[in-house]
């Protein structure tokens, strides 16, 4: 059974049809892989997943149970949790209190342990555990995101463009960590326009264009078509 399973999935915002009834699937551990153009649906899809939108049509499924109308905060109970795009730290909070902040819905005692956990992944978050978020650099802004995230406990970490304005040393640390994530066990789903360096890291992706799913398999396969290398890559 796969961890999560998206069926016909169809999503409007008034008269504008974001997503036209896509399907597919991440496989507990995978790294699954959303690629596709500006306003093609990656972000709508993520946060229907996540429940910050209802769809008009199709079903979700994860471990199996139907979570179509599921609150968003019952969601993040069962393990989905949304690095959301543009990162939205707190910037007049510290890194220490970012990171409390994604373990609400734990114990503080549990937040503590899970702390420790993810300063060993982010030193450098250790280092400015005092300094107000909106003074950190973005690719350490990128990373407090990432982190926040996993202070919720995820079982399915989903990623919105975590490469976003980020100079190219930045993105591949960043894309480093997030293959050290699934290492230690988080399964992730990734949204990306940055193609190249997304299905490097990931095991399978599919294309997303104008709501639809347009092609999908291996990333390895996808880094190799001809038709992903025109559209996407710049070949
Ligand atoms: P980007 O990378 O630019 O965020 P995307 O692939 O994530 O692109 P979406 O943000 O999901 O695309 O947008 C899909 C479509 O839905 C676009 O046509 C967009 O204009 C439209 N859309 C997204 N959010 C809204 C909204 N709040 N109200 C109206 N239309 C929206």
Redesign the pocket.
């Known amino acids: 059974m796969p961890l999560l399973k998206v069926e016909n999935l169809v999503v409007n915002?008034?008269s504008?049809n974001?997503?036209k009834g896509i399907s597919f699937e991440v496989n507990k551990g995978e790294i699954v892989t959303l690629i596709?153009?500006?306003?093609?649906?990656?972000?709508?899809?993520?946060?229907t997943i996540a429940g910050l939108k209802s769809p008009s049509g199709g079903k979700i499924y994860f471990e199996d149970n139907d979570i179509t109308k599921l609150d968003s905060s019952k969601r993040v109970k069962a393990g989905i949790i949304l690095s959301p795009?543009g990162r939205q730290v707190f910037p007049e909070f510290s890194v220490y209190d970012n990171l409390m902040m994604g373990g609400f819905i734990q114990k503080k005692k549990d937040n503590l342990v899970e702390i420790e956990k993810v300063f060993e992944l982010f030193p450098v978050l250790k280092e400015r555990k005092k300094q107000m978020a909106g003074t950190l650099s973005g690719g350490e802004q990128q990373m407090l995101a990432v982190a926040r995230a996993l202070m919720g406990k995820p079982k399915l970490l989903m990623l919105?463009?975590p490469s976003m304005g980020l100079a190219p040393l930045i993105v591949k640390e960043i894309f480093g960590l997030i293959q050290r994530i699934r290492e230690i066990g988080t399964t992730v789903l990734l949204?990306e326009?940055n193609a190249r360096v997304a299905l490097k890291i990931s095991d399978r992706a599919y294309v997303?264009e104008?709501?639809k799913i347009v092609l999908s398999g291996k990333a390895q396969e996808l880094l190799e078509s001809e038709d992903v290398q025109k559209a996407y890559l710049g070949m």
């Open positions: 915002y008034g504008i974001a997503l596709g153009s500006n306003g093609a649906g990656k972000s709508t899809t993520m946060n795009e919105d463009e949204v326009q997303i104008t709501g």
